[in-house]
């Protein structure tokens, strides 16, 4: 299956709520007028896209309708489109300009954060680079094993110490063995304890030293892991990971489990945090680069041009 399918058949759930929501609604009307604004807004809300998103996309509809003098409802559908593939910006890749690179990657328990990080790994060694992942969420044992699972799946090393060790160390055990085997990316697991900033943001202050002063010269990437079933409270939970953390990019994960799956355009719109991943499918190979074209057509359901 190739990717426009997997990633069609991976957001059909929250295509066909949403889809299904705005076509019965245009259809309802006979031209358009504010009432069909109001009620477009309240569905966008209802399909996650969030109320000041929401706000913001027919805002810059009601502009559009003005601007070129448009009558029939039906035609608001591809407006919406180009809107909402404006809004979600240009597709930021990840940033791998010196070597090793470093990725560091934050997220409550529960949202997919390990299993992700062994699909970035799978996929970024698949790319051919060399790849060290650091287990450094010590808070828990089951992710420390669970990684060292998915690492012998993905194919590359694990730095590991045991449950409770301090995480920085385990940080800079990575980056030394990084750059004794020439390695080309570090991932680094962190334990997700939002519910303790002060805890977390201290553990992240003491990781982010380590890489001040051992390899001051990496560009280090912070992505935020966020369960895309979870609607507006990824939105949420994402904002407060950017209070502690320099965040630089978003992996939406369960998006094949969703309806909520407009999320991702909030994210974008609020945040300013670019989605630079998504995860469509349970197997290793269901990571997917973001690819905001690609997304808004799965979701209006319109075929990808080869």
Same mark, same amino acid.
Request: proline residues 2%; charged residues 30%.
């Given at each position: 299956?190739?990717?426009?399918?997997?990633?069609?058949?991976?957001?059909?759930?929250?295509?066909?709520?949403?889809?299904?929501?705005?076509?019965?609604?245009?259809?309802?009307?006979?031209?358009?007028?504010?009432?069909?604004?109001?009620?477009?807004?309240? =569905?966008?809300?209802?399909?996650?896209?969030?109320?000041?998103?929401?706000?913001?996309?027919?805002?810059?509809?009601?502009?559009?309708?003005?601007?070129?003098?448009?009558?029939? !409802?039906?035609?608001?559908? #591809?407006?919406?489109?180009?809107?909402?593939?404006?809004?979600?910006?240009?597709?930021?890749?990840?940033?791998?300009?010196?070597?090793?690179? +470093?990725?560091?990657?934050?997220? *409550?328990?529960?949202? %997919?954060?390990?299993?992700?990080?062994?699909?970035?790994?799978?996929?970024?060694?698949?790319?051919?680079?060399?790849?060290?992942?650091?287990?450094?969420?010590?808070?828990? $044992?089951?992710? @420390?094993?669970?990684?060292?699972?998915?690492? &012998?799946?993905?194919?590359?090393?694990?730095?590991?110490?045991?449950?409770?060790?301090? !995480?920085?160390? *385990?940080?800079?055990?990575?980056?030394?063995?990084?750059?004794?085997?020439? $390695?080309?990316?570090?991932?680094?697991?962190?334990?997700?304890?939002?519910?303790?900033?002060?805890?977390?943001?201290?553990?992240? /202050?003491? @990781?982010?030293?380590?890489?001040?002063?051992?390899?001051?010269?990496?560009?280090?990437?912070?992505? +935020?892991?966020?369960? %895309?079933? =979870?609607?507006?409270?990824?939105?949420?939970?994402? /904002?407060?990971? $950017?209070?502690?953390?320099?965040?630089?990019?978003?992996?939406? =994960?369960?998006?094949?489990?969703?309806?909520?799956?407009?999320?991702?355009?909030?994210?974008?719109?609020?945040?300013?945090?670019?989605?630079?991943?998504?995860?469509?499918? &349970?197997?290793?190979?269901?990571?997917?680069?973001? #690819?905001?074209?690609?997304? +808004?057509?799965?979701?209006?359901?319109?075929?990808? /041009?080869?």
């Amino acid at each position: 299956m190739g990717f426009f399918e997997k990633l069609k058949n991976g957001l059909k759930k929250t295509k066909d709520s949403m889809m299904g929501r705005i076509e019965s609604l245009l259809h309802s009307f006979s031209k358009i007028d504010e009432d069909l604004f109001e009620e477009l807004e309240e =569905t966008l809300i209802l399909c996650d896209i969030g109320v000041t998103t929401s706000e913001k996309i027919c805002d810059k509809l009601r502009q559009k309708v003005k601007q070129e003098g448009v009558k029939e !409802p039906e035609k608001i559908k #591809d407006m919406l489109k180009e809107i909402i593939t404006e809004m979600l910006g240009e597709d930021q890749k990840l940033d791998m300009s010196t070597i090793p690179s +470093v990725i560091l990657v934050i997220g *409550v328990n529960g949202v %997919g954060k390990t299993t992700t990080i062994g699909k970035l790994a799978y996929q970024l060694h698949k790319q051919g680079k060399k790849v060290i992942v650091a287990a450094a969420d010590t808070f828990r $044992a089951a992710a @420390i094993d669970q990684l060292e699972v998915w690492t &012998e799946r993905a194919g590359v090393d694990i730095i590991k110490h045991n449950e409770g060790s301090d !995480p920085a160390s *385990v940080v800079f055990d990575a980056l030394v063995a990084a750059k004794a085997r020439l $390695a080309d990316v570090v991932i680094c697991d962190t334990a997700g304890r939002l519910h303790n900033k002060k805890n977390l943001m201290e553990e992240l /202050r003491k @990781i982010y030293r380590i890489l001040e002063r051992e390899y001051p010269e990496a560009y280090l990437e912070t992505l +935020v892991v966020l369960d %895309g079933t =979870t609607g507006q409270n990824a939105l949420s939970q994402a /904002r407060q990971f $950017a209070e502690v953390a320099n965040v630089t990019g978003i992996i939406l =994960t369960k998006l094949d489990g969703t309806a909520k799956g407009g999320i991702a355009v909030a994210i974008q719109s609020e945040l300013d945090i670019p989605v630079k991943y998504i995860g469509v499918g &349970e197997s290793i190979d269901d990571l997917q680069k973001f #690819d905001a074209d690609a997304f +808004v057509n799965a979701l209006f359901d319109v075929e990808e /041009r080869s």
